[in-house]
């Protein structure tokens, strides 16, 4: 059975060629996206028994989601298929000062119209031990809001580990509704993946300053702290991003822990593709708890997974861990290897 669950919305994505604009192109590249299936297919290329759970279209669009994550290994079992569509998703990837540009198209999705008798958690759930999703799913619906936080409830009854990325997307919901409705599932969460923005928005926790060169760690512990104290989490992961431009940023991570308050190295990446490096740092996470790592080295290989990523066509982390782990102890060369 598998041994991690994610549940969420796998969309169709969209996107012009190379860097043209959206409209400069006459043809879009198609591949498959969303939070939740991004961490299952970077575990199932760490080796993890990872299985996807979502509600899809009965047509051949929403059996193509299905046949595109099994290419990596992904376990579709538990996905149910029924009425509405599959979302979409356009991305104008940025360059230099130009942003890069996300347009939404997913009103009326299949997962959207999901119902609480759509997910048998009890059979989902059997040899389960992480589950994870996003703040991103209870924002499609209140339905999935509620079967969200029921999810939670069931794994945490059950000893699962939850691991929860607050994900705030404020293109789909307000942030005053998003924290109403994440700090309820945050009560049934063991591991909590965000940022100092998120945790500001949605629950007013700030950060004193946010200088990336001369982080303030007092400050960051602090903002940890505060969610860990509110929401009594085992460990708090902060990803930390220093935008330069949309081609060049700064990449570190700070976790806490009853271990203590660990900080990664800092990263400077020359992006190909960012879509998706936050996921990828959840996997890291992940495959950290799993693999028993302590918490410097569960960190260090998050934030190393989440580097690879940038430099990766789509939404998919499309590295091994043996690469993943050769990055985190310091193999950054780029020389070509033979």
């Known amino acids: 059975m598998p041994k991690v669950i994610t549940f969420g919305e796998i969309m169709l994505r969209l996107a012009p060629e190379g860097f043209l604009r959206f409209v400069q192109a006459d043809k879009f590249g198609a591949s498959y996206s969303g ?32 046949n595109y994550l099994r290419r990596f290994g992904v376990g579709t079992q538990f996905i149910v298929r029924g ?20 347009i939404y198209d997913r009103a009326g999705s299949a997962v959207s119209l999901s119902s ?21 799913t209870p924002a499609l619906s209140e339905s999935l809001a509620e079967i969200c936080l029921q999810a939670c409830k069931i794994a945490q009854e059950k000893g ?32 909590c993946i965000t940022n100092e923005e998120d ?22 512990r602090e903002v940890a702290g505060r969610l860990q104290e509110l929401f009594s989490f085992k460990k708090v992961c902060i990803t930390l991003r220093e935008s330069k431009s949309a081609s060049v940023n ?7 822990s009853h271990e203590g308050f660990n900080q990664s190295k800092k990263y400077e990446i020359h992006i190909v593709d960012r879509v998706g490096a936050g996921d990828a740092f959840t ?22 997974a989440g580097c690879l990523k940038h430099s990766i066509e789509g939404d998919f982390n499309m590295v091994s861990a043996d690469e993943v782990l050769a990055l985190a102890s310091g193999q950054a060369g780029g020389r070509v290897q033979r």
């Open 83 to 102: 009425s509405g569509r599959t979302g979409l998703y356009y991305l104008e990837k940025g360059a230099g000062s130009r942003a890069s540009k996300v």
């Open 116 to 136: 609480a008798r759509d997910y048998d958690w009890d059979r989902i759930f059997d040899g389960c031990q992480i589950f994870m999703l996003s703040g991103i």
């Open 250 to 256: 700064g990449w570190a991570g700070l976790m806490l």
């Open 283 to 304: 996997a890291g996470i992940i495959y950290g708890e799993l693999n028993k790592m302590t918490s410097q080295n569960q960190l260090d290989f998050a934030v190393a």
């Open 199 to 220: 945790a500001s928005l949605l629950f007013g926790i700030k950060c004193p300053q946010k200088d990336f060169d001369n982080l303030n760690l007092e400050g960051y």
């Open 160 to 191: 699962i580990t939850v691991v929860f990325d607050l994900n705030y997307r404020k293109k789909l919901w307000t942030a005053e509704a998003a924290g109403r409705t994440m700090g309820q599932i945050c009560r049934h969460v063991d591991i």
């Open 35 to 66: 939070a939740e299936a991004n961490v299952a297919v970077s575990l199932a290329n760490f080796g993890i028994d990872t299985a996807f759970v979502t509600r899809l279209a009965e047509n051949e669009i929403g059996q193509c989601a299905v």
